[in-house]
């Protein structure tokens, strides 16, 4: 244990001018194919342009395996492969619809979207009266008194003091994801929540909700609304508790369909029995075209094994980019890579995820040891000419994740591109293709290719 | 000399417990009302769309004086006032307007606009065959044979694989300000640059050039073209040299007019004659409504006085923030504002300019002696919470420049943002505020208060 770490550490030392120079060499080739013949940016205006959004069991889903799995085709990799899987497929139906009742007869329509697994309203849509709530804990203090036949107005906004977006959506998506289960056991008769968005706009964000172990007779519908529908419905309740809130939408749970997972390799030349992954998820929510969510983790999963490949790199271990499907609405796709992975006793040493835009990065998150941590931080002067300065211990990905079921020693890491803007998009219409900057899509894609080198060179340390 | 810098050493050891306390909960102070009660998004929203463009001798500019000023009168800083400065007025007059002619009759039009100071073409325009060439050095070599009579076409990219883009601005920029005087000496009777621009689009970007010497009858029109444009021009004189270019524009330089620099202070508590400058520019070019460039600096200039304000820090040296007028193109209001405080045997001790975009910050670039330089480095984890890491030496900021010759104590600092998206607004018609993002705007301001404060606290070494 302790002495292959020293070995490590030693080998480290040794080698480290020769390696030094000759890391810096390689990466900077990494860096400059990216920045002056990239193809992510190509592939995912296609992605986003001529498929668009990708919901899992939709026709774009498939339309999106067929294209990835032929530009993959086209790399010249060892091999390429599709890992069929069957996803949920949920339909949105007609556009929603819903309006804010201040006396009889006079209503302000708000833009609202069904989330995602949601039940649709009766076909006349729902009417009722509104009770707004910041959080789930607030229910049980109302109870059922104040809560039956009421619609649910779940506004706690996003904390807009945190430097990572990402901790502000942490800190609010249990609205999202469990508001409706939660109102619904108080006799609620459906859930509006107020949108994961840090602007004020007017785009609803949809995104996973689940109904636990609630009976299906018992589901309430939920929707999001956007950040300035909340607003003016929570103004509006304040002038006036009594105001009445209509919503429809028709949204509906489909049978399970077949899907696949896109993976591609090139074996290893030494270890090829130690797998490494790259990857992110086809699927994306159908309000936009996913551009940001995850088109971009896609293309810069794909474009890190070519740039690998084309800077006349030899990787040791077996480098695998997988494009998961159904991320947003079930983690099929990434559970089932992990489940074939197992049965065939495959041993994956290293997981990398691009699941969080496509901005300029600033570095990786760590699910790994120390030992592992500490040594992505000894590389960071290989990575300051390109501004990459955030190694620490966190969250690697969702689809990468059941991997760590298989083998506690993996490591597993997320890139982490600068946060500002993307809640701004997340599951919203406006999460397109023209919001990606091709420049800080193609910084991200050589990030990764040039951390996949680091740890297939050095290898990751065991326990 | 060696002994102040000891002290200052000793110092920072002695109260570093307590001071890094202290400091941190300042600027966490500083971030939190910047991202909760921000005021600079509002302004430059006003700035942006209520005034639009702003260059020098504009209405508009005068319109951004009384704004600007108006606004830090309702801040309750201890002085606001104005500073007149002459400003050159160029306007570009009816839109431009060029074609390729690759056979006679046969035109394609091509999106230009004249460089800022450029001089008109004939009433007409001008028609003539194209000198493509990469460089200046280049037109040495083609001599008056190849160039007279001809449109010399500047046609250097911006490098890619140049991870600062302002590098690789720095690399083309001398085609635009000095391609019209170099090509005037070899005949040539007019200019086409490439737009400096890394994105292939169809937005000229417009800028300063100037002729030097050359007599005002030798003095040939200049225009930037699209990269788009650029690339069509290039591919189109391989197929057939002969081809022509026809540009018309009837831009012109008119007599200076009078303008001001917009100033506000706060009084220092304990050393009232020790001056600290924060500011941006407040003209812009006129093609957008110059948002990047540089309303942002201008409200995160402002904003960074009243935040510092507004948490309750009684700042130790005199803060003044400094909207410089006339930076694009004559930099008069920076030499005046220089020229004054020197004139009033003022002591400038620091100086600050965001000027680079109002995108995420990532840290600063110093103009400053080693012992200053160092002293920010050791603040650095002070800025880790806010992804804050970039500390070189490097470049201040134009309009601070001149002040160094007052004092070569000074410390120059720049904020330095993220980098990657500015050259596809800058000096074009895609400058505007739908390309803002509200917090990484914020977190500029935010980021430039925190040093301020901490330059005033501790203070800049001296020699």
């Not at 992954?277 to 794909?302: E, P, Y």
């Amino acid at each position: 244990m302790k002495s292959s770490k020293l070995y490590v550490v030693a080998f480290l030392c040794v080698t480290s001018l020769f390696s030094q120079k000759s890391d810096e060499q390689q990466i900077k080739s990494i860096y400059d194919l990216a920045l002056t013949q990239g193809k992510s940016y190509d592939w995912l205006n296609h992605l986003s342009n001529q498929i668009g959004g990708r919901l899992s069991g939709s026709v774009q889903a498939e339309q999106a395996v067929d294209y990835t799995k032929s530009q993959l085709d086209s790399l010249g990799f060892d091999k390429v492969w599709l890992q069929p899987v069957m996803v949920p497929k949920w339909v949105r139906g007609i556009p929603e619809f819903a309006y804010i009742e201040s006396k009889p007869g006079i209503t302000t329509n708000v833009p609202i979207c069904a989330l995602g697994g949601s039940v649709a309203t009766p076909p006349g849509g729902i009417k009722a009266n509104v009770v707004e709530v910041q959080s789930i804990e607030e229910l049980e203090s109302l109870g059922e008194a104040k809560l039956k036949g009421k619609i649910v107005f779940f506004n706690r906004p996003m904390q807009a003091d945190l430097i990572s977006t990402f901790a502000a959506y942490s800190g609010c998506v249990d609205q999202r994801g469990q508001g409706a289960a939660e109102a619904g056991k108080y006799g609620a008769v459906g859930v509006i929540v107020r949108s994961m968005n840090l602007r004020l706009d007017d785009y609803p964000h949809t995104g996973a909700m689940g109904y636990g172990d609630t009976p299906s007779e018992n589901r309430i519908p939920a929707a999001a609304i956007s950040t300035n529908g909340a607003e003016l419905l929570s103004t509006t309740l304040k002038l006036n508790p009594n105001i009445q809130f209509y919503f429809k939408q028709n949204c509906k749970q489909l049978d399970d369909v077949k899907s696949y997972n896109v993976i591609a390799e090139i074996k290893g030349s030494t270890f090829p029995n130690e797998i490494m992954v790259v990857g992110g998820h086809l699927d994306s929510w159908d309000l936009g075209d996913g551009a940001h969510d995850d088109g971009a983790g896609c293309v810069q999963s794909m474009e890190a094994l070519r740039l690998l490949k084309e800077t006349g790199y030899t990787p040791k271990r077996t480098i695998r980019v997988v494009l998961f499907m159904n991320e947003e609405n079930g983690l099929r796709g990434g559970k089932e890579y992990a489940a074939v992975a197992k049965n065939k006793n495959e041993s994956h040493v290293f997981a990398l995820e691009s699941d969080a835009g496509g901005f300029t990065p600033r570095g990786f998150s760590f699910n790994a040891s120390e030992d592992n941590i500490n040594m992505a931080k000894n590389w960071a002067t290989l990575f300051e000419p390109y501004l990459i300065h955030v190694f620490v211990e966190g969250y690697g990905g969702a689809d990468i994740n059941p991997l760590k079921n298989n083998n506690d020693d993996i490591v597993l890491a997320g890139l982490r591109p600068d946060s500002q803007r993307y809640f701004d998009h997340h599951h919203a219409e406006n999460d397109t293709f023209e919001h990606i900057n091709k420049r800080e899509l193609e910084l991200g894609g050589a990030t990764m290719a040039s951390l996949i080198y680091l740890f297939d060179k050095y290898g990751t340390i065991k326990k």
